[in-house]
């Protein structure tokens, strides 16, 4: 396939005894790919996020291939092979559960396509028309330096057209371009760079730290529906207390979740802060120790200082109208989904556990037991310690449940009936040998 465009810039070609990648780190299935494309005499590479984190010594979660080979041509070299998309197409190999993406090198936008006025918005991205290009347009198409380094099976070299080995080195999360023109492309790179900064624990560069503030707006630009799907990405990967932080430092949060960064804002105590970190520490240890973790708790726990800052005195109190509560919920609900869209099957679990709270208020044994039965008792408890350990409940009534919640899950289960024998006699109870009988 013949290639045409600008070849403006020297890359650098990181030899083998040079980088730490390995064959034997990479997946049997892409390494195929690679080795399939290359024999064929098309150029091949293992790109992006792979490269990254084996250069890193990480372990990749998927592996990416580009490749100079059009999707036609990929399709022609693998029976196991689909086309997926409408305005680029990308190949998809399948081997079982493992998907192997081989995409095409992609040319640069003219640059005055922003003068043109032919930019149409899908999902909150600027969209042009892609061409096919050559290795280095596609690697400054790309979003950050350490995500534009390519591995190329050939001579097991890494090709580094945007100084991305570096930053590595360096720790730096660096934009490729002018900052400001890739997040109006985007929005949601901005995002992006917040969650890549805190799951490598780099340093947003500040050339692209600096716009982001007085650009967080663009966000609102973004469907409901694509934002939840970053907000798991952002909260759901291991680093959601520094992740918090730093959205909160950047001014992003606000548009992920306005009414929540009001409240947190106006808590004098910082007990609303406290709260949501406490959660977020939660959940990450839940997800580095590879224990599951379900959606409706975390955004339950993200949204709750929203609910509470409608109440007097921002706390739910005993003597509390239970209508206010459950309109200060549906309120905080309706207003987050504006934003951030939440299907049913986590909002109402989230209102489980919110409408439970006002019923920990309890130190009665038989209305203890009662919601000890309840279907979501177990996330509406946690919740419940969440709360005291943020001083957002008195912390006795805490003890308390921990100790009736110890000695109900240590009770032994009641003995189930005896059933009666078909065609044989009832037999006569056993007979009481002591204090419980």
């Not at 992006?192 to 900064?197: D, G, I, N, S």
């Not at 899950?409 to 006699?425: F, S």
Request: neutral net charge.
């Amino acid at each position: 396939m013949s290639q045409s465009g600008p070849s403006s810039i020297e890359p650098t070609i990181v030899p083998r005894d040079q980088h730490i990648v390995s064959r034997s780190q990479i997946s049997e299935r892409a390494l195929t790919v690679l080795y399939r494309l290359k024999n064929a005499g098309y150029g091949a590479y293992l790109v992006g996020g792979g490269v990254r984190d084996l250069s890193l010594g990480r372990e990749p979660k998927d592996f990416d291939v580009a490749t100079d080979a059009t999707p036609d041509e990929v399709k022609a070299l693998f029976r196991n092979c689909r086309l997926i998309g409408r305005r680029f197409r990308l190949a998809h190999v399948h081997w079982g559960p493992e998907i192997i993406e081989v995409a095409t090198f992609r040319a640069l936008a003219p640059s005055d396509d922003a003068d043109e006025g032919e930019r149409v918005l899908e999902d909150g991205m600027i969209l042009r028309d892609n061409v096919y290009g050559t290795i280095e347009e596609d690697a400054l198409r790309r979003d950050f330096t350490i995500n534009a380094l390519y591995y190329n099976i050939a001579d097991f070299s890494v090709v580094d057209y945007t100084g991305g080995m570096a930053d590595l080195k360096a720790g730096r999360l660096r934009l490729i371009g002018d900052p400001a023109v890739r997040y109006r492309e985007d929005p949601v790179r901005m995002l992006r760079a917040v969650r890549f900064a805190a799951k490598l624990g780099f340093v947003i560069d500040p050339e692209t730290a600096l716009p982001i503030p007085r650009m967080a707006d663009a966000l609102d630009e973004i469907p409901p529906a694509r934002l939840f799907d970053e907000v798991l990405k952002l909260f759901m990967a291991g680093q959601g207390v520094e992740t918090f932080e730093s959205l909160r430092q950047h001014g992003l949060f606000r548009y992920l979740f306005p009414a929540t960064d009001t409240a947190l804002d106006d808590d004098e105590h910082g007990q609303f802060v406290t709260f949501v970190a406490r959660a977020l520490e939660s959940t990450d240890r839940r997800v580095n120790e590879e224990r599951p973790v379900t959606p409706a708790f975390l955004f339950a726990a993200l949204i709750w200082p929203a609910i509470l800052a409608q109440l007097p005195k921002g706390r739910l109190s005993p003597d509390l109208d239970r209508e206010l509560v459950e309109q200060a919920i549906t309120e905080a609900l309706e207003r987050q989904l504006r934003q951030v869209a939440i299907p049913k099957r986590f909002a109402m679990p989230m209102r489980e556990i919110w409408a439970l709270q006002p019923r920990f208020d309890t130190r009665s044994e038989s209305r203890a037991k009662r919601l000890f039965s309840h279907p979501r008792f177990r996330a509406a408890y946690d919740f419940l310690l969440l709360r005291g350990e943020a001083g957002l409940v008195d912390p006795e009534l805490a003890d308390w449940w921990r100790a009736f919640t110890t000695s109900s899950a240590d009770a032994p289960p009641p003995t189930p009936a005896r059933r009666r024998r078909r065609g044989g006699r009832r037999r006569k109870p056993p007979v009481a040998d002591g204090p419980e009988g």
